[in-house]
Nanobody
């Protein structure tokens, strides 16, 4: 069993930045693929970005390319999401998720473990 705990959410003005963290329990973190998803009020959960177990492969949603950066530190069992040039449409609850097979996949169904989420609010 893996527990994921997100942090770093908050409220910022458009154009600002936030850095989300997702800390994972357990010793298998370095073998997991990790992803970030988000869900805005009244909308479906959507894929944001993913990273494979080694950090060599990443996959970004078009809406965040060039603004968001995912990274991981396997020595700290943590994955990060640096979000720059934030827009009001980025407002959502952000969730991190872990894929035990180590993939960088945009498919939510392939992630076995999910965090509780952290709120990001961007005002115009």
């Amino acid at each position: 069993q893996v527990q994921l705990v997100e942090s770093g959410g908050g409220s910022v003005q458009a154009g600002g930045s936030l850095r989300l963290s997702c800390a994972a329990s357990g010793r298998a973190f370095s073998r997991y693929g990790m992803g970030w998803f988000r869900q805005a009020p009244g909308k479906e959960r959507e894929f944001v970005v993913s990273i494979n177990w080694s950090g060599e492969d990443t996959n970004y949603a078009d809406s965040v390319k060039g603004r968001f950066t995912i990274s991981r530190d396997n020595t700290k069992n943590t994955v990060y999401l640096q979000m720059n040039s934030l827009k009001p449409e980025d407002t959502a609850v952000y969730y991190c998720a872990a894929d035990p097979l180590g993939r960088d996949t945009p498919s939510a169904g392939r992630y076995a473990y999910w965090g509780q989420g952290t709120q990001v609010t961007v005002s115009s």
